[in-house]
Nanobody, 124 residues
Framework: QVQLVESGGGLVQAGGSLRLSCAASGHTFEGYTIGWFRRAPGKEREFVAAVRWSAGWTYSADSVKGRFTISRDIAKNTLYLQMTSLKPEDTAVYYC?????????????????WGQGTQVTVSS
């Protein structure tokens, strides 16, 4: 059983930055695809970014390219999402997800393990 714990959310003004972290409790990310998703009020869950942990391949949604960077610390077994130039429309609960057999990294249904989420609020 993989338990994911997100941290780093908060309230920030437009144009500001935040860094989210995702750690796995008692399990290595080796061989997994780890993704960041978000859900804004009244909207469906949306793909943000993902990484194929072992290979280091990264993917990002067009809406965040150039502003958000996904990275990993193998030694700490921790995934990060560095968010810069934040906009009010980035306001959402951000979730970390993981799966060893995720084929479609952008599809939430590909992931079997989810964290509880962390709130990001961007004020205008």
């Amino acid at each position: 059983q993989v338990q994911l714990v997100e941290s780093g959310g908060g309230l920030v003004q437009a144009g500001g930055s935040l860094r989210l972290s995702c750690a796995a409790s008692g399990h290595t990310f080796e061989g997994y695809t780890i993704g960041w998703f978000r859900r804004a009020p009244g909207k469906e869950r949306e793909f943000v970014a993902a990484v194929r942990w072992s290979a280091g391949w990264t993917y990002s949604a067009d809406s965040v390219k150039g502003r958000f960077t996904i990275s990993r610390d193998i030694a700490k077994n921790t995934l990060y999402l560095q968010m810069t130039s934040l906009k009010p429309e980035d306001t959402a609960v951000y979730y970390c997800a993981a799966d060893p057999r995720a084929v479609s990294y952008y599809n939430p249904s590909s992931y079997g393990y989810w964290g509880q989420g962390t709130q990001v609020t961007v004020s205008s």
